[in-house]
T-cell receptor
Framework: KNQVEQSPQSLIILEGKNCTLQ??????????LRWYKQDTGRGPVSLTI?????NTKSNGRYTATLDADTKQSSLHITASQLSDSASYIC?????????????FGKGTSLLVTP | KAGVTQTPRYLIKTRGQQVTLSCSPI?????VSWYQQTPGQGLQFLFE???????NKGNFPGRFSGRQFSNSRSEMNVSTLELGDSALYLC?????????????????FGPGTRLTVT
């Protein structure tokens, strides 16, 4: 069964500190992995999309890594800001041009405090 | 460029009623996907439309249906509402060519419609 597990479920860090969120998946055949940021009451916003051949992708202070062998991804946030407080969702697509399935993690809730 | 818009933003319905939600994608985007988000289940994929054709469907009962018009605007309908249908319904659009969401295309989400079933 295709699954996506995110950890930790929630996290509290001080402003300015770094943090790393984890996403482990058992999805096959792997197509791509996406990280989204969702502020309370708003729709998710795409941070990164990675395909099988990519192992690192950055978007400002956000850096995602992908290890296709161990089926693990991480999202590293550098020098956190209060505006980083949000839910971070990992989504893994399985499939090909003929069809696909989306597998969602439950998300990590991040709170950045002053 | 205007983003994805969803109407209405908030809706309260009674069990047994039916509801129609609307989504207008970003101009030029032909792929529209719908999602349900609840605190317990998180995000779940409902269906995707591309050029008026349903391209993929999640594991939801037949009470959930959708359609896409020639201008790429999309609607989803939920009939015979149940209490468990209370959720945030999100719509997303993308350029999504043949491979849809299996491909590396950016998805742009709307703000969602908050549906409460009483």
């Amino acid at each position: 069964k295709n699954q996506v597990e995110q950890s930790p479920q929630s996290l509290i860090i001080l402003e300015g500190k770094n943090c790393t969120l984890q996403c482990n998946y058992t999805v096959s055949p792997f197509s791509n992995l996406r990280w989204y940021k969702q502020d309370t009451g708003r729709g998710p916003v795409s941070l990164t999309i990675m395909t099988f051949s990519e192992n690192t992708k950055s978007n400002g202070r956000y850096t995602a890594t992908l290890d296709a062998d161990t089926k693990q991804s991480s999202l590293h946030i550098t020098a956190s800001q209060l505006s980083d407080s949000a839910s971070y969702i990992c989504v893994v697509s399985a499939g090909s041009n003929s069809g696909y399935a989306l597998n969602f993690g439950k998300g990590t809730s991040l709170l950045v405090t002053p | 460029k205007a983003g994805v818009t969803q109407t209405p933003r908030y809706l309260i319905k009674t069990r047994g009623q039916q509801v129609t939600l609307s989504c207008s994608p970003i101009s030029g985007h032909r792929s529209v996907s719908w999602y349900q988000q609840t605190p317990g289940q998180g995000l779940q994929f409902l269906f995707e439309y591309f050029s008026e054709t349903q391209r993929n469907k999640g594991n939801f009962p037949g009470r959930f249906s959708g359609r896409q018009f020639s201008n790429s605007r999309s609607e989803m309908n939920v009939s015979t509402l149940e209490l468990g249908d209370s959720a945030l319904y999100l719509c997303a659009s993308s350029l999504g060519q043949i491979s849809g969401l299996a491909g590396p295309y950016e998805q742009y989400f709307g703000p969602g419609t908050r549906l409460t079933v009483t």
